[in-house]
Every structure is written in structure tokens, then in C-alpha cells.
């Protein structure tokens, strides 16, 4: 049942509220601002009607309280006739309307009414909300698709399992943020989340880097390391690019899996540790092992459950989302105000193919939004590979090519006039100075 909090100083009118209501909604009721202000500390109310005019802090302190609420409930303030302007100034400061005393009992109980139940709309239009971006995200992840989805619910049925996982997908599709998620959402989130990437380091380091190494195992080996693994302990090891293990260490992974334990290098003391491997590739693994280069006992190891992470060309319905995310993020991180995407700049990112997929979408909003002069990204904005249109054939690629060759005289006619002055050369085409630019850098002209 909703709430109604009635903040009013003068006893019998508390009292005829609370019993006008009851039935209708709960009735709670404070003397005074300070009363009002413990109850709210304890307590969010639907609905709060307020008296303007009472002894020492009136109505207009308690509204000033309210500025900075997250979900501030809707307050409606009763006034005597001759402070009606007062009564504008509360609702400058918020309030959402006001009703006159002596009000009248059935036109105050059908504004709480409509009050009330707009309010349980907002809530419930929230609650769906937060529902779906529950559905399109997880963790660091976002994708409304159908492919993105099933990556979800793949992730929430195994995330709490002990099985190894191998993601799968090109680069910059996410991998790392798959891991995470697994390992956040499982049993091991308290414990460590150990990252190596196979392919960053020299094969000479890497068996070390992952195992540790004693004292005196190799030239410069000063005092004992531990190693990825050890880290990892209790936790999860997440190795990308598994595909470039050397042959050596596959085996000695491949013991880790199935036993538990390994050697450090330069020592025959096995270490027993307790780690979840997550595995990333972009590569063929299959190819792989037909070629001799990955074992295949160990691939079955590795692969028990797999998750395959789609190119962003193949999921092109979560392209809008990401591209809002990344211009709110940096946007927030530069300090700028950016609104938005001209709707020519929103269908050329639309319309990319991201070879570099979300890593690449990922630095080219960053750039956009470092760079943009104005409070909407436009084409000037984007790297030129995403100006050229789809390639026009026939009668429509002559009429292109006509409307290019005109405004490539028309912009060094209105250069040549305005002596090289971009603002008056935009003056005299009849275009800002920002759609100049934009057409100087799509033509080469200068």
C-alpha cells in the first residue's frame, strides 16, 4: 500500500488528513521540518503533503533538503489563500502542485489519487527498466542480440561449476570481459583473478612467469618467485590466447589440469594449488592440433564448455547501445559535453564493419569525443576509413560523382573568395563552419 507523509504543525488538520485517506492509502504525519526529516531518514513516502507556513523551519527548508534526493517522492503543499506565493516559489523549488486552505476534501483526495498511481507507474516503469539492462548487461559485458544473450545465459549456467571454459572469438570482441564475468559470478569471486597473456611474452619467460622459478634457476633468477599459478590459488587463471602456448608447456599445463600440481622451475617439489582455467583464443585450435602444433589431449581438456563470442559486424542491434555507452563514458571521463550523434555520423558507424570489433568501436568514440568542438559528434569527428558511403553503380554513381564535383568548385570558389578564411567561406556556401571542415577533410581540399 502506497504512503502519504503529512507535514503539517497544526494537530486537527494531521488528524482530518489521516482519517480522509485511511483505507486508501497509510497515513504517517509530522509535526514539524525536524520530524519530517527523521522519517524520511528512515522511511520513502509516495507522497508527501506540506504545509508552507509553520513555527520556526517551514516548508520551504524541508523542499531545500529534498533537492539532492535520488528518488524524491512528489510533494504537494497546502497554503492559506494569502500565501499562494509562496506557494509558486515551492514549486520552483519542486513541488508539483498546490492546493489552497480549507481545500476541498474530494478535489484533494483525487489529486493524491492521480499522484499515487503516477507515481507507482515511474516505479514500475524503473523496475522494467532496470529488469531489461539486467537482461542486455553482465558485468562488463553489454548486447541486447540474440547471440549476446545466449553468451549470458551461457555464462550464469556455468560460472558456477569448476569446469574450464575456452572463449572463442576474434580479437577485441571481449574475451577478457567473459573471464571476468565467469569468474565474478562464480564461487571464486573472493579469491584472486590471475590474467596472462601467452602470446605477450618471450618463450623463455613464459614457463616462469606462469610456474615461478627457486633461486638460482636461470641467469638472474636473484631469490624464489612464485608464479601465476600460485597466485592464482583459490582462485582463477585466465590465459588469452592459449593458442600460442608453446609445446613444452602445454604439457606441463596439461599435468596442472590433471593433477593439480606442478613444478616450479629449477625445482622438483611439486606445488599443489586449487585454480579454475579460463582459457581465449582467436585462433583455430583445431587447425591446430591437425598440424601438430596443439595436443589434442589436452584441447579436449580445455574445451569442455565453450562460449563463442560473435564479431560485432554479426550483432549490428548492439551497436546503438555501445556507441550511447562509450560517448556517456568519455564523455564523463574528458569532462565534455557531448548530447549525442548527427544521424550522418550514427549511420556510417552503423554501417562499419569494426575489424577490431567492440576494442576498436572503444577507441574510435574516445577520439571522437576528445576531438569534437561541438556537443554532437559529426562525420569531421570519425577516422575518414568510415566516410566512404556502400559503392553506387549506374545512373546513381554519375549523379554522386556530378553533386561531388560541384561542391568541390563551389567550396574553392568561396575559399578563394573569402581569401582562405574557413568562417567566411561558410558564411558565403550558407553552411557552419563545422560542415566545412567536414567537407575539406572529405575532399582533400585545403
Known amino acids: 500500500m502506497a504512503c502519504v507523509l503529512v507535514v503539517d504543525d497544526e494537530h486537527g488538520v494531521r488528524e482530518s488528513l489521516r482519517?480522509?485517506?485511511?483505507?486508501?492509502?497509510?497515513?504517517?504525519?509530522?509535526?514539524?521540518?525536524?520530524e519530517a526529516e527523521r522519517f524520511l531518514q528512515q522511511s520513502s513516502p509516495d507522497l508527501i503533503l506540506l504545509d508552507l507556513v509553520m513555527p520556526g523551519r517551514g516548508g520551504l527548508d524541508l523542499l531545500a533538503a529534498l533537492a539532492d534526493a535520488v528518488d524524491r517522492p512528489p510533494?504537494?503543499?497546502?497554503?492559506?489563500?494569502?500565501?499562494?506565493?509562496?506557494?509558486?516559489?515551492a514549486m520552483k523549488r519542486g513541488a508539483v502542485d498546490y492546493i489552497t486552505k480549507p481545500f476541498e476534501v474530494e478535489a484533494l483526495r483525487i489529486k493524491v489519487r492521480q499522484l499515487l498511481e503516477r507515481r507507482a507507474l515511474e516505479q514500475?516503469?524503473?523496475?522494467?527498466?532496470?529488469?531489461?539492462?539486467?537482461?542486455?548487461?553482465?558485468?562488463?559485458?553489454?548486447?541486447?542480440?540474440?547471440?549476446?544473450?545466449e553468451v549470458f545465459r551461457t555464462i550464469?549456467?556455468?560460472?558456477?561449476?569448476?569446469?574450464?571454459?575456452?572463449?572463442?572469438?576474434?580479437?577485441?570482441?571481449?574475451?577478457?570481459?567473459?573471464?571476468?564475468?565467469?569468474?565474478?559470478?562464480?564461487?571464486?569471486?573472493?579469491?584472486?583473478?590471475?590474467?596472462?597473456?601467452?602470446?605477450?611474452l618471450a618463450e623463455s619467460l613464459l614457463e616462469a612467469e606462469l610456474f615461478g622459478h627457486e633461486k638460482g634457476a636461470f641467469t638472474g633468477a636473484v631469490a624464489s618467485r612464485k608464479g601465476r599459478f600460485e597466485l592464482a590459488d583459490g582462485g582463477s587463471i585466465f590465459l588469452d590466447e592459449i593458442g600460442d602456448l608453446p609445446p613444452h608447456l602445454q604439457v606441463k599445463l596439461l599435468r596442472v589440469l590433471?593433477?593439480?600440481?606442478?613444478?616450479?622451475?629449477?625445482?622438483?617439489?611439486?606445488?599443489?594449488?586449487?585454480?579454475?582455467l579460463l582459457a581465449a583464443t582467436h585462433r583455430n585450435l583445431e587447425a591446430l592440433v591437425r598440424d601438430g602444433r596443439f595436443r589434442d589431449d589436452l584441447y579436449y581438456r580445455i574445451n569442455v564448455v565453450t562460449i563463442m563470442l560473435p564479431p560485432l559486424r554479426e550483432r549490428r542491434e548492439d551497436l546503438p547501445p555501445l556507441i550511447e555507452h562509450f560517448l556517456r563514458t568519455f564523455a564523463?571521463?574528458?569532462?565534455?559535453?557531448?548530447?549525442?550523434?548527427?544521424?550522418?555520423?550514427?549511420?556510417?558507424?552503423?554501417?562499419?564493419?569494426?575489424?577490431?570489433?567492440?576494442?576498436?568501436l572503444e577507441n574510435l568514440m574516445e577520439r571522437a569525443v576528445v576531438l569534437t568542438r561541438d556537443d554532437v559528434i559529426g562525420m569531421e569527428d570519425?577516422?575518414?576509413?568510415?566516410?566512404?558511403?556502400?559503392?553506387?553503380?549506374?545512373?546513381?554513381?554519375g549523379l554522386i560523382a556530378a553533386v561531388e564535383g560541384l561542391e568541390r568548385r563551389?567550396?574553392?570558389?568561396?575559399?578563394?573568395?573569402?581569401?582562405?578564411?574557413?568562417?567566411?567561406?561558410?558564411?558565403?556556401?550558407?553552411?557552419?563552419?563545422?560542415?566545412?571542415?567536414?567537407?575539406?577533410?572529405?575532399?582533400?581540399?585545403?
Open 156 to 200: 550464469r549456467r556455468v560460472a558456477a561449476s569448476r569446469a574450464t571454459v575456452l572463449i572463442r572469438g576474434e580479437s577485441g570482441t571481449g574475451k577478457e570481459l567473459i573471464a571476468r564475468a565467469l569468474h565474478y559470478a562464480s564461487p571464486r569471486a573472493a579469491g584472486p583473478l590471475v590474467k596472462v597473456n601467452c602470446a605477450a
Open 382 to 397: 570519425l577516422p575518414l576509413t568510415l566516410e566512404a558511403p556502400p559503392p553506387e553503380s549506374g545512373e546513381g554513381a
Open 410 to 446: 563551389m567550396i574553392r570558389e568561396a575559399l578563394a573568395r573569402a581569401e582562405g578564411t574557413q568562417t567566411r567561406a561558410a558564411e558565403l556556401l550558407g553552411i557552419s563552419e563545422r560542415v566545412l571542415r567536414y567537407k575539406l577533410r572529405k575532399y582533400g581540399l585545403s
Open 124 to 149: 514500475e516503469l524503473r523496475e522494467l527498466r532496470a529488469a531489461a539492462e539486467s537482461r542486455d548487461r553482465l558485468g562488463g559485458l553489454l548486447g541486447r542480440s540474440e547471440a549476446m544473450q
Open 332 to 360: 564523463e571521463k574528458n569532462g565534455k559535453t557531448v548530447r549525442g550523434v548527427t544521424r550522418e555520423a550514427r549511420e556510417a558507424l552503423l554501417r562499419y564493419d569494426y575489424p577490431g570489433n567492440i576494442r576498436e
Open 19 to 34: 482519517m480522509l485517506f485511511k483505507g486508501d492509502c497509510e497515513v504517517a504525519t509530522a509535526g514539524s521540518v525536524e
Open 75 to 89: 510533494v504537494v503543499v497546502l497554503t492559506a489563500t494569502k500565501t499562494v506565493n509562496t506557494a509558486v516559489e
Open 258 to 276: 590433471q593433477e593439480r600440481e606442478f613444478e616450479r622451475v629449477g625445482s622438483s617439489r611439486p606445488v599443489k594449488v586449487d585454480v579454475r
